[in-house]
């Protein structure tokens, strides 16, 4: 039987974790061909994996999604 919740992709896990606000899932940030990707996977099977961009503020990196910096999210 298919582990719905394992993360099957191209490239190399920086981190995951699960999300439990909202419509829980799971998130991963990834690297492959030298570019930072969000990778999200919900219980269902379905998901989506979109480009991360990154800002360092007060030493710290923050990673963001497009849509995501616009709204605050990080």
């Known amino acids: ?8 992709i191209d490239g190399e896990i920086i ?6 606000w909202g419509v829980e899932h799971r ?8 570019q930072l990707y969000l990778n999200t996977l919900f219980a269902t ?5 979109s480009i991360l961009t990154t800002e360092d503020t007060n030493g710290s ?4 999604t497009e849509g ?3 709204l605050g999210e990080y």
């Open 15 to 20: 981190g995951e974790w699960l999300v439990n």
């Open 61 to 64: 990196k923050r990673y963001f």
């Open 45 to 49: 099977g379905g998901g989506q994996e």
């Open 27 to 34: 998130a991963a940030i990834i690297t492959k061909s030298n």
């Open 1 to 8: 039987m298919r582990n719905s919740w394992a993360f099957e």
């Open 68 to 70: 995501g910096k616009e």
